[in-house]
């Protein structure tokens, strides 16, 4: 039979299927699921005659997917938030919210900018629904191409072909150093060549900052002695008072994280440290779509050069 005729089953179904893999065990999953175990393999049964595929292998001591098992998991999860996501727009319709926009942003912007701008929006138009998702800056674009976000806000770097992005604001990065360390003890501007003897501690692959690093080193010949990669500037901040390396973050994020935890700073002389924080929106974008548009305005007017530039 056709995988398509998936469509026909139940969430249940499809919860358990999902409840399986991660068990291992036909009972365990159906106990999770409130279900008696004849009715729960039953359905399994008519999941895969409806796949056209076995999705377990049956062992004396629980279940194993197969491949299309694993395939299942792993469609079958994406497929379970997405109609949830559903359900929860439908809800919020009911209750008077008649737009959910999908706003997808860098580290750098959630921590400096959005979330008061958010909280104003939010004041004013609370018949849209953000839906705000941390991304690095290459997956905000990618993300925007690809029709996931319909706002993006990354910092310059990426590829922006096809789209229109506009200038949102300005920030700095300064290094981030352990107090007391060697190159904390002077205040002038610093080139981030003479920073490359020491360990670093930088944000995940893809993001702008790590990139700026790694080109930089590559310019000057020398490898970038990167020690350790975490998701968040606090995470960033805690291994550097640890003395496991230094790191590099934008000044106006960086500077309450560090005087908490009693960290220095120092600036750095390259241009590239001064960087433009980027708006746009996604390829599918129709100026008709007035909660797209009206998040996007709305950001937009609140840069420091708002009236010197109009959205496209």
């Not at 737009?99 to 701008?117: D, E, G, K, M, Y």
């Not at 590829?159 to 604001?169: N, Y």
Request: some cysteine; hydrophobic content about 50%.
């Amino acid at each position: 039979m056709n995988a398509w005729n998936l469509a026909r089953f139940d969430l249940v179904s499809i919860r358990l299927a999902l409840a399986c893999v991660q068990n291992g065990s036909l009972t365990a999953a159906a106990r999770e699921l409130h279900l008696a175990t004849a009715a729960a393999s039953r359905r399994i049964r008519e999941l895969e005659l409806a796949l056209g595929s076995p999705l377990f292998e049956r062992h004396a001591r629980g279940l194993l997917p197969t491949a299309a098992g694993r395939a299942f998991a792993r469609h079958g999860l994406t497929l379970l938030q997405t109609l949830e996501q559903l359900g929860g727009e439908i809800a919020d319709l009911r209750q008077g919210i008649a737009r959910h926009v999908r706003l997808c942003a860098s580290t750098a912007a959630i921590n400096q900018f959005l979330p008061t701008l958010l909280a104003q929006y939010a004041k004013q138009q609370p018949q849209v629904r953000v839906d705000l998702e941390e991304q690095v800056s290459d997956a905000v674009v990618t993300s925007l191409r690809e029709g996931r976000a319909d706002i993006g806000v990354f910092v310059e770097g990426p590829d922006v072909s096809g789209l229109a992005p506009q200038v949102f604001r300005h920030d700095e990065l300064v290094l981030v150093l352990p107090r007391g360390h060697a190159l904390a003890k002077g205040r002038t501007a610093l080139p981030f060549l003479e920073t490359l003897d020491e360990d670093w501690i930088s944000l995940n692959t893809g993001a702008a900052m790590l990139q700026k690093q790694q080109q930089a080193a590559l310019a000057a010949g020398k490898p970038l002695r990167l020690r350790m990669q975490v998701h968040s500037f606090d995470a960033v901040c805690h291994l550097v008072a640890s003395g496991l390396g230094i790191a590099m973050l934008p000044k106006a994020a960086a500077q309450p994280i560090m005087r908490a935890m009693g960290l220095s700073s120092r600036p750095l002389a390259d241009a590239w440290a001064r960087r433009r924080l980027l708006l746009a929106t996604g390829t599918g974008f129709s100026a008709a779509d007035v909660g797209v548009a009206g998040l996007f305005d709305f950001l937009l007017a609140s840069s420091p050069n708002a009236k010197t530039r109009q959205r496209k």
